[in-house]
């Protein structure tokens, strides 16, 4: 039932090498967040399938991209004003993936042409979309690096050049770390196969990183029913404030 | 241990949490403050999103304050018509405060206000701590009397007078409203009690006798931290319930152990100790306004306020 598909497919390729596709796997496609979450390893694996010899032409390269929900992001910067260091300037991102992470082959630049960066969005620059910056903000770029540089820092961005481990052009297999700071969200995993700069053919999952337990109950208790959670809270602390004031008294007679 | 908080979206190690909340409630049952004021930086500083710890940190007053108060009601220190008028004001002063919270956020000045507010506040009240504990100290050292007695001025020329049996005053209604609008305010906005601001108010503007004071003033801080807790809650969804438990045990644990240590020390040496810590943490915020950060550039998300 599928050969026919397959080989539709095969005669309405406009690439060469589209005789190749990705058959991949993830170690865990849902990941929970509960209330002990410090971060969680995915293991992305899986092989090139392929009806013909290896096309020698050029070496074959792999790029996983991981990305988490992407939103609009405000980037601001402080200036000193009368002495103080004050948010001055604002350049909205339109939209910033809450995680990315690139795993290749190789270097980044030799590995992919910047034409097919630019097309698949590969690479971390390329990933945000930042549409317009407002007029009175000169260097508007500064702040998108920005955004990079400080979520680099906390570890929600980065490239890990020659992370992936492939195996007589054929095997492949790499490691993402997804840090304990994640946002709810379904990760979008893009295995891209690359020759000669070229992607040759392109793979999409996803990963389901869901709160669960008191997680879940707590965060939707406090978006669907505030005035409820709120009540709560107020019950909660007042009991405690009560408890402790009952047990101090207990013991100081 | 690291625990995941639900609303923050941040990983915060627990014991960490609990440490926090022992330390700060050790103070806080040391020199009959909340705390807020200690708590609410020191969140921002391991990472909690400033609006969260602005928010959680009220509803963890709650908890504090409600046990002060109790027990001060049990003793009969509470003036509870001068609380309800100061009540009064706090209520309207913390829905003022969530508005002008959120249009602040919107702008990207609530860390430019909050650290602001921090430093005048501190620096003017540990300031006048210090140099009336230090006249304190001298005048038991050379046995001078204590002559301070308020003098009758412009807050006796105001109308709507009420009478405050338990206060033993005969005063406008407006002056203690005015106080609390302005404590309420603060409760929004900056995730304090405002007691060491009503505190003093009370004492040098309004003339209430010392013994009901602290009582009144828990009483207000009750109520009106408990609204802005729901106010948060309900507007901005920033009350993380866990981060509050978390600093609730600490708080509640460490509040017992402080005040055991305070009795057993001299009220002007409490004063002086607290005057130094308000103006520590006064001078440590005021440096981060006037140094160059070490990263200018700082981003904000829609979801996470």
Same mark, same amino acid.
């Given at each position: ?42 293991? #992305? ?31 601001? *910067?402080?200036? *000193? ?109 893009? #295995? ?17 990183? *869901? ?40 013991? *100081?007679? | ?14 014991? @960490? ?44 007053? /709650? ?23 100061? @009540? ?32 005048? &506040? ?7 701590? &210090? ?32 009478? &405050? ?7 406008? %209604? ?10 309420? %305010? @603060? ?24 013994? /009901?004071? %602290? ?7 009750? &109520? ?28 509640? /644990? ?52």
């Amino acid at each position: 039932m599928l050969r026919p598909l397959s080989l539709l497919l095969l005669l309405t390729a406009p690439q060469v090498h589209a005789d190749e596709r990705v058959v991949a796997s993830l170690s865990q496609s849902h990941v929970s967040i509960t209330t002990s979450f410090s971060g969680s390893k995915i293991l #992305i694996f899986g092989a090139v399938k392929r009806e013909t010899a290896i096309d020698g032409s050029a070496p074959l390269e792999v790029v996983v991209t991981v990305s988490g929900p992407a939103e609009p992001v405000t980037v601001r *910067r402080k200036e *000193r004003v009368a002495g103080l260091w004050v948010n001055v300037d604002a350049v909205e991102v339109d939209l910033a993936p809450s995680f990315y992470a690139v795993s290749t082959t190789g270097p980044l630049g030799d590995v992919l042409s910047s034409t097919e960066d630019l097309r698949n969005d590969i690479s971390i620059d390329n990933a945000i979309r930042s549409v317009g910056a407002p007029f009175d903000v000169e260097d508007s770029a500064a702040f998108t690096e920005a955004l990079i540089r400080i979520r680099e820092a906390d570890g929600l961005y980065f490239v890990d050049e020659g992370g992936v481990d492939l195996r007589e052009s054929t095997l492949f297999s790499t490691e993402i770390a997804l840090p304990a700071n994640l946002v709810e969200g379904d990760y979008a995993t893009r #295995i891209f196969l690359i020759r000669g700069g070229d992607v040759v053919t392109d793979y999409e999952t996803a990963i389901d990183v *869901r709160k669960v337990g008191l997680e879940r109950w707590l965060y939707e208790l406090a978006h669907v029913r505030p005035l409820l959670y709120g009540l709560l809270s107020l019950f909660i602390a007042i009991s405690a404030g009560w408890l402790a004031s009952a047990v101090f008294r207990y013991f *100081r007679y | 241990m690291l625990i995941y908080l639900p609303i923050a979206e941040v990983s915060v190690s627990a014991l @960490l949490l609990l440490g926090l909340g022992g330390i700060v409630g050790i103070l806080s049952g040391m020199f009959g403050v909340g705390g807020g004021f200690l708590m609410t930086p020191l969140l921002f500083f391991i990472g909690i999103p400033p609006a969260v710890a602005v928010a959680t940190e009220a509803n963890q007053i /709650v908890a504090s304050s409600f046990s002060g108060a109790l027990a001060h009601l049990r003793r009969r220190t509470v003036d509870l018509r001068m609380g309800t008028v100061l @009540l009064i004001g706090g209520l309207a002063g913390a829905a003022m405060g969530v508005r002008v919270f959120a249009i602040l956020l919107a702008a990207g000045q609530v860390d430019l206000l909050v650290k602001l507010c921090y430093v005048v &506040f501190l620096g003017v009240i540990g300031g006048l701590m &210090f140099v009336e504990s230090l006249k304190a100290i001298r005048r038991t050292k050379y046995g001078v009397k204590h002559v301070a007695r308020r003098k009758r001025g412009w807050i006796d020329a105001l109308p709507f007078k009420m009478k &405050f049996r338990t206060s033993g005053l005969y005063i406008s %209604v407006l002056p203690p409203f005015a106080v609390g609008l302005f404590v309420g %305010v @603060l409760a929004a906005t900056m995730g304090v009690g405002g007691g060491f601001i009503m505190v003093p108010a009370m004492i040098y503007l309004l003339g209430m006798p010392t013994k /009901v004071v %602290v009582g009144t003033s828990l009483f207000q801080i009750t &109520f009106v931290t408990a609204f802005a807790t729901l106010l948060h809650a309900t507007t901005n969804y920033t009350v993380d319930m866990m981060l509050a438990v978390l600093l609730l045990i600490g708080g509640v /644990v460490g509040a017992q152990v402080g005040t055991r240590i305070g009795v057993r020390m001299k009220a002007e040496q409490l004063r002086i100790l607290l005057a130094s810590l308000v103006l520590v943490v006064c001078a440590k915020l005021a440096l981060e306004l006037l140094l160059r950060p070490g990263e200018l550039f700082s981003i904000a998300t829609a979801g996470a306020h």
